[in-house]
């Protein structure tokens, strides 16, 4: 991405729920309409990955299947010109997992730099 307009930062921000302007800013627990609203108002690249992970899309593909995922990940601030919306991994509270999310997300995710399946579901690219 490039640098984001004030009104471009500012629906991030909405967004996300976020209320500082800090060039990074980690976050957890990004639902699939978040991140719906994030790719269509153009602030986060669908095509975009970390590292060697999946895209956006794939991680919303997911999402999408199995409701109770949620991406983790950074923003860079709108002001630099790298600025992006980047998720890192998924997690899987233990109250949505079943037998079919397990099997999608070990063979969806299982060469995560960091992959684990207790007690919920965490992947995560560096």
Not at 79 to 97: N, P, W, Y
Request: net charge negative; proline share 3%; hydrophobic share 35%.
């Amino acid at each position: 991405m490039a640098k984001l307009s004030d009104a471009q930062f500012s629906e991030r921000d909405k967004l996300m729920h976020l209320s500082t302007r800090a060039d990074y800013v980690h976050f957890d627990c990004l639902g699939l309409s978040t991140c719906d609203a994030l790719i269509a108002a153009g602030l986060m690249d669908p095509e975009q990955t970390q590292n060697e992970s999946p895209t956006v899309s794939e991680f919303v593909d997911f999402m999408r299947k199995h409701p109770g995922a949620l991406a983790h990940g950074y923003t860079i601030g709108g002001g630099r010109d790298d600025a992006r919306v980047s998720i890192e991994g998924l997690t899987v509270g233990r109250q949505h997992v079943n037998s079919g999310l397990l099997t999608d997300f070990v063979n969806s995710f299982r060469h995560a730099d960091e992959f684990s399946i207790d007690p919920g579901l965490r992947c995560w690219w560096d």
